[in-house]
């Protein structure tokens, strides 16, 4: 059901499953550098479980999820790109349900790295091959210490976006004076005159959460080795 207002009334733009993991990568990417760096591997291939399972539900989510989860609509040509950032400057809050597009590439690139950085960390091998990921069994030594190679890479690249992330909301808060984070944990944004978001059923989150833990386990334990 949308609905419009031409007041600005609290319009719910991020549903749950989109906040909780949202904050919940933010302590398991932490909670993964800080395992790594400790050398406890066993916990660090524990959160990185964790944060595949989550990119995982994400990126289904994204595929049949609520209006403003999708993922689809984050493609933003320079066109759309452009009109945005024109209309922004005319406009103090230029009101954006969702993603604005700049914003829908961030959030694409830092998926997608860190799908990336949790796949390469199942064929990640040490330097002495005695920590390794789980499908590390089905490479090489050397195509494990790859893996192992860019996975440290790639979470340098990922540290690099997350600085911009948050560096492009403080942009707002201080110079657009629009509050992104509110919205980010409440779920809800004052806007005036716009559609509210068609939000997806949470059963459909639950079954899509238990299909990409259940993912991540039988990748994780390697059941088609057998
Ligand atoms: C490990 C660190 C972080 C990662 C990986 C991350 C990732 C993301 C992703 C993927 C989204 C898109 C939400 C979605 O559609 O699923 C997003 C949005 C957002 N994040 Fe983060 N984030 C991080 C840290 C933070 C921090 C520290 C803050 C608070 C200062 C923050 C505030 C927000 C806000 C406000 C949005 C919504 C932006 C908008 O309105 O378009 N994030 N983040």
Redesign the pocket.
């Known amino acids: 059901m949308s609905e419009t207002s031409a007041r600005a009334a609290p319009v719910r733009v991020w549903d749950l499953p989109?906040r909780l993991?949202?904050w919940l990568?933010?302590p398991l990417?932490a909670f993964s550098w800080w395992s790594a760096e400790e050398g406890r591997l066993d916990w660090h291939r524990l959160s990185g479980y964790s944060v595949l399972g989550l990119v995982l539900f994400?990126i289904l989510w994204g595929l049949v999820g609520s209006q403003t989860?999708r993922l689809a609509p984050l493609l933003a040509g320079p066109g759309a790109i452009s009109r945005y950032f024109k209309k922004a400057g005319l406009e103090t809050r230029a009101p954006v349900v969702g993603?604005?597009p700049l914003?829908g590439w961030s959030?694409l690139a830092?998926?997608a790295l860190?799908a990336a950085q949790t796949v390469l960390g199942l064929f990640a091998v040490d330097v002495d091959g005695i920590e390794s990921g789980p499908l590390a069994v089905f490479v090489s030594f050397e195509t494990g210490r790859v893996a192992a190679a860019i996975h440290e890479i790639t979470f340098n690249v990922?540290l690099g976006l997350?600085v911009l992330?948050?560096g492009a909301?403080a942009y707002y808060a201080v110079f657009k004076r629009d509050n992104?984070?509110g919205?980010?944990i409440t779920g809800r944004k004052a806007l005036a005159g716009v559609a509210a978001p068609k939000l997806a059923p949470l059963w459909l989150a639950i079954i899509l959460a238990i299909m990409a833990g259940g993912v991540v386990y039988a990748v994780t334990k390697s059941f088609w080795a057998f």
């Open positions: 989109v993991v949202h990568l933010l990417i994400r989860a993603h604005n914003g959030v830092m998926l860190l990922i997350v992330h948050v909301i992104l984070v919205p980010m």
